[in-house]
């Protein structure tokens, strides 16, 4: 087990933490924990990367625990109140759909090797951003509709974005 595994163990085991915070209507401990779950994610992928500590279980625990933290939060941030049940919909969707097509194309003997798309980072990024902010003003108590109703705009954009794209690169592999 390399240090970079540890920490990302450590991130999973966040989550639950995180979800706790919100639905306990403690935004401001949901701000911290997803910060560190922020930083954990950035420190054990320079570490792999610095120290060539690369696993393949870290291959496959890191995207685990991104997807983890991000889905849970966004249905958390729903049932909370705190954003439009729609983004959380779409947040889910769109993961929803990224497994069940790599799933079906192992099914179906035709496995498809899954790499990050440009639109998909741009669209991660936004979303972990958007959460942090939602988090931030709740727990500050800031009011800035603005940037809340931008937020909203870029997430729902770029998710539909980023699932269109990897339908079509699926529906490309599928049909080669």
């Known amino acids: 087990m390399s240090l970079p595994n540890i920490i990302t163990l450590i991130r999973i085991l966040l989550v639950p933490l995180v979800?706790?915070?919100?639905?306990?209507?403690?935004?401001?401990?949901a701000f911290w924990l997803?910060?560190?779950?922020?930083?954990?994610?950035?420190?054990?992928?320079?570490?792999?990367?610095?120290?060539?500590?690369?696993?393949?279980?870290?291959?496959y625990l890191d995207p685990v625990a991104d997807k983890a933290l991000l889905i849970s939060i966004y249905v958390s941030l729903a049932v909370?109140?705190?954003?439009?049940?729609?983004?959380a919909i779409a947040v889910v969707s769109r993961d929803v759909m990224i497994i069940g097509a790599v799933v079906l194309s192992l099914v179906m003997?035709?496995?498809?090797?899954?790499?990050?798309?440009?639109?998909?980072?741009?669209?991660?990024a936004i979303q972990i951003a958007f959460a942090a902010f939602v988090l931030a003003s709740s727990g500050?108590?800031?009011?800035?509709?603005?940037?809340?109703?931008?937020?909203?705009?870029?997430?729902?954009?770029?998710?539909?974005?980023?699932?269109?794209?990897?339908l079509a690169a699926w529906t490309r592999h599928m049909a080669s």
């Open 109 to 124: 003997a035709k496995p498809v090797a899954m790499s990050p798309l440009l639109v998909s980072k741009v669209n991660t």
């Open 140 to 166: 500050f108590g800031l009011a800035l509709p603005g940037l809340f109703q931008l937020g909203l705009v870029l997430v729902g954009v770029l998710t539909g974005l980023s699932a269109a794209a990897y």
């Open 80 to 87: 909370a109140g705190l954003i439009p049940r729609w983004v």
């Open 19 to 29: 979800v706790w915070a919100i639905a306990s209507g403690e935004p401001l401990i």
């Open 34 to 59: 997803f910060l560190a779950a922020g930083i954990s994610d950035a420190l054990d992928g320079f570490i792999a990367k610095r120290f060539h500590l690369q696993t393949e279980l870290g291959s």
